[in-house]
């Protein structure tokens, strides 16, 4: 069955689920007619069914029409739809994406009580725009199941495999990571307009300037301080700047605040039990 003859039923049509559904449609690979959307509250996934997706409230029926199903549900929501669901659980036909923070395939197939393939994945909100970095990881997932859940994400940004043990890690650096950079920049634009620009102007201007430290780094796959070095002239004022900000702790807050996040992102779905 090629990809665009597969049904898939995301559970949970929020911020993410929508993000998701939208970057497969836009990056040609899946039809809006072929992806069904649940949620409780299916009057705010009206936009969606104008555009072709299929909503529904009852994640039974959506799971029973789909191959691949997506659990895009909060950690403390998970096990309420696992409960829901599992009775219209066929393992030898049904394919399990979760993106649900700090659950494990485990967690899944022990809640389920049926042994079905689970991959994880942790996307970031870039996938709205085809500019995800999607880690994916696995415990029993088939090799071609791998293969198709990567290509579902690199259709929508950039993919990297990753032990299971590491998805916390990965939930900090790349999900959590999208608004570290955001404040980030905003922080930028603030400084910006400090000194003389206006917000908008000064945003702008930020936003472009991040994007391009970003693409130095992609497009020459160096080290942020070869980067970094090309920037600051002797006796110059970038490094008079770079240096105020590391006496104010920049890269400590950075750090610790990610390691933050992960030890959080692992407690989510226990620490809700
Ligand atoms: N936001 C992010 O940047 C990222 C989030 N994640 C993870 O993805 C998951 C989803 O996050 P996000 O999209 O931000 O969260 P949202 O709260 O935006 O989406 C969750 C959705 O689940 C729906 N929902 C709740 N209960 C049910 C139910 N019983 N049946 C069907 N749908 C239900 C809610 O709608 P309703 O109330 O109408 O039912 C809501 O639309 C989380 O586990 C999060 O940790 C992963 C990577 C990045
Ligand atoms: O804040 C959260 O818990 C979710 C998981 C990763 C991004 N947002």
């Known amino acids: 069955m090629s990809e665009l003859n597969k049904k898939i039923a995301i559970l949970g049509?929020?911020?993410m689920g929508i993000a998701l559904a939208k970057g497969m449609v836009a990056a040609g690979k899946y039809r809006a007619e072929d992806i069904t959307l649940t949620r409780r509250n299916t009057k705010l996934l009206e936009p969606m069914v104008a555009q072709g997706y299929r909503a529904s409230s009852n994640n039974a029926l959506a799971v029973a029409e789909a191959d691949i199903i997506v659990l895009s549900i909060l950690p403390q929501q998970l096990d309420s739809v696992l409960d829901t669901i599992s009775e219209s659980i066929d393992p030898s036909r049904h394919l399990f994406i979760s993106i649900v923070t700090g659950v494990a395939v485990t967690d899944i197939?022990?809640?389920?009580?049926?042994v079905?393939?689970?991959v994880r994945a942790m996307p970031n909100t870039a996938?709205?725009?085809?500019?995800?970095m999607t880690c994916i990881?696995?415990?029993?997932?088939?090799?071609?199941?791998?293969?198709?859940?990567?290509?579902?994400?690199?259709?929508?940004?950039e993919t990297v495999e990753i032990e299971e043990e590491l998805m916390s890690s990965a939930t900090a650096l790349v999900a959590c990571g999208i608004a570290f950079f955001l404040r980030s920049i905003r922080a930028a634009a603030q400084g910006g307009t400090e000194i003389g620009f206006h917000a908008g102007d000064a945003l702008r201007m930020?936003?472009?300037?991040a994007k391009g430290a970003a693409s130095l780094?992609?497009?020459?796959?160096?080290?942020?301080?070869?980067?970094?070095?090309k920037v600051t002239s002797p006796k110059g004022c970038t490094i008079a700047g770079l240096n105020e900000?590391?006496?104010?702790?920049?890269s400590s807050a950075m750090i610790k605040g990610i390691r933050t996040s992960a030890q959080k992102a692992e407690k989510l779905y226990t620490d809700d039990k």
């Open 245 to 250: 900000m590391e006496h104010n702790g920049f």
């Open 13 to 15: 049509g929020g911020n």
């Open 109 to 114: 197939i022990s809640r389920i009580g049926k």
């Open 217 to 229: 780094l992609l497009h020459f796959g160096s080290h942020p301080e070869n980067e970094i070095d």
């Open 137 to 157: 990881a696995s415990k029993n997932a088939s090799p071609q199941n791998m293969e198709l859940v990567k290509e579902i994400f690199s259709a929508v940004g």
């Open 127 to 132: 996938i709205a725009i085809q500019q995800s």
């Open 206 to 209: 930020a936003a472009q300037t």
């Open 116 to 118: 079905v393939e689970v």
